[in-house]
């Protein structure tokens, strides 16, 4: 890792940003201001006059998507805390993952033609809707730019979560189960924390959906590939 004053600087500001908007977060309850919304939009504000680069900042910064992988280890102990419920309700959960999962792809890849963007960016848009440490590696498989790919899950989560209490008022889903799949597949980490929200039960199935929806897309890779 480069520990040049630089690299330290854009480590010190992320972790502050962080801590700050965390903080601001759970004073207001705004979810704008959360962490998600606001320490992306304070770093730009300082890389943008200090004409950083996204590259450098990446370097610079490297030990963060280091933690990815011990992140995703740790992803089995909500399907293991989960696994009487998910022994229950398997063929609902199943299906909702694969109709969700279906619905983010093919709106993505029509999406893509839609705007001619080339191939590599379209391929990078397709595991948009999974959670970050099973994205990037399904993006690098598919042929796609990880760390784009990690940008378009941030903003798939931010509306996701932003919009989910839009739809639960549209949509007739009364169960904790309901509720919580619906933040879980469509607007993974980010929707699991609004899934906690609305409750600790919608919480529990959200986290839950959000693995299993991130394990079935990887697995999905080769299969994809194969069709695209």
């Not at 590259?55 to 992140?71: E, F, I, S």
């Not at 904790?176 to 799949?181: C, E, N, Q, S, V």
């Amino acid at each position: 890792m480069n520990l040049e004053p630089m690299s330290l600087f854009w480590l010190a500001l992320t972790l502050l940003a962080y801590l700050f908007s965390r903080w601001l977060y759970g004073r207001t309850g705004r979810y704008l201001l959360s962490p998600l919304v606001l320490v992306p939009v304070l770093l730009l504000a300082v890389a943008v006059p200090l004409h950083t680069a996204y590259a450098d900042y990446a370097r610079d910064t490297q030990w963060l998507v280091g933690v990815l992988g011990p992140v995703t280890v740790a992803f089995a102990v909500p399907i293991w805390q989960q696994r009487a419920m998910l022994a229950r309700h398997w063929p609902a959960l199943l299906l909702g993952m694969l109709a969700g999962s279906l619905a983010s792809i093919g709106s993505s890849w029509g999406l893509a033609h839609l705007l001619a963007l080339d191939d590599a960016v379209s391929r990078s848009l397709l595991p948009r809707s999974i959670t970050t440490p099973f994205a990037m590696p399904m993006a690098h498989d598919l042929g796609g730019v990880p760390e784009l790919t990690a940008v378009f899950v941030l903003f798939t989560g931010v509306l996701g979560a932003l919009f989910g209490g839009v739809l639960l008022k549209v949509l007739p889903l009364r169960t904790p189960l309901a509720r919580g799949a619906l933040y879980g597949v469509g607007a993974h980490g980010a929707g699991v924390s609004r899934a906690h929200e609305v409750g600790g039960e919608e919480g529990s199935v959200a986290g839950l959906v959000m693995v299993l929806t991130g394990l079935l897309n990887l697995f999905a890779a080769p299969l994809l590939l194969h069709l695209l």
